[in-house]
């Protein structure tokens, strides 16, 4: 049972325009939400996080929108880079502090 | 520099063979969990510790073991290893109060390969 699903395996976009990653998730006990962006031969990095009780939150170049009656939240980075290819991993928790990560998505930004 | 440490980076074993791949981290962190990364599966949780001494089982925590003696330190055992434990391995820490709390910090990785 994947409680947490990130279903585009890869994603491909030019440098300067909008990347959308989106995460899809089952448990309605979630109640924080986080991104992680990872290159090869190197531990995922935290990126941006969000809790149930808010549905947008930005920094920077990067902003997470939360639909919790979808289930679905979304991180958008705008514009894109080139140093913004990696994998991003989409996670979720509640009170447990137990962390259910999705299985990723590579996105590449070309020049 | 806050940071967390996993050694060895790189290990090739064979099969049955005791290892442990120890994991350290200077932030005062009171959680601590393993990962492993597989293609097409993501990062599943194998265990976590909320603090010294207490334990608990994540996702796929069948072959492995842990122990939390002291605050900063979460090694992995694995007493008898298997080729479908090669793997790549991540060691994360978290606070568990604060704003920062559940923002998991992880280590480099340590790569295994069981033959």
């Known amino acids: 049972d994947q409680q947490v699903k990130q279903n585009s395996p890869s994603l491909s976009v030019q440098e300067g325009r909008i990347s959308i990653l989106n995460c899809d998730y089952t448990?309605?006990?979630?109640?924080?939400f986080l991104w992680y962006k990872k290159y090869p031969a190197e531990g995922p990095t935290f990126l941006i996080s969000i809790s149930s009780i808010k549905d947008k939150n930005e920094d920077g170049r990067f902003t997470v929108f939360l639909n919790k009656s979808a289930k679905h939240l979304s991180l958008h980075i705008v514009p894109s880079q080139p140093g913004d290819s990696a994998v991003y991993f989409c996670g979720s928790g509640g009170s447990n502090y137990k962390l259910t990560f999705g299985k990723g998505t590579l996105l590449t930004v070309n020049p | 520099e806050a940071q967390v440490t996993q050694n060895p980076r790189y290990l090739i074993t064979v099969t049955g063979k005791k290892l442990t791949v120890t994991c350290s981290q200077n932030?005062?962190?009171?959680?601590m969990s393993w990962y492993r990364q597989d293609p097409g599966l993501g990062l599943r949780q194998i265990y976590y510790?909320?603090?010294?001494?207490?334990?608990d089982k994540g996702d796929v925590p069948e072959g492995y073991k842990v122990s939390r003696k002291e605050k900063r330190n979460f090694p992995l055992i694995l007493e008898s290893p298997s080729p479908n434990q090669t793997s790549l391995y991540f060691c994360?820490?978290?606070?568990?109060?604060?704003?920062?709390?559940?923002?998991?910090?992880f280590g480099a990785g340590t790569r295994l390969s069981v033959l």
């Open positions: 510790s909320m603090n010294v001494e207490v334990t």
């Open positions: 932030m005062n962190h009171e959680y």
């Open positions: 448990n309605s006990m979630f109640d924080y």
């Open positions: 994360a820490s978290s606070l568990v109060e604060g704003p920062a709390k559940n923002i998991q910090y």
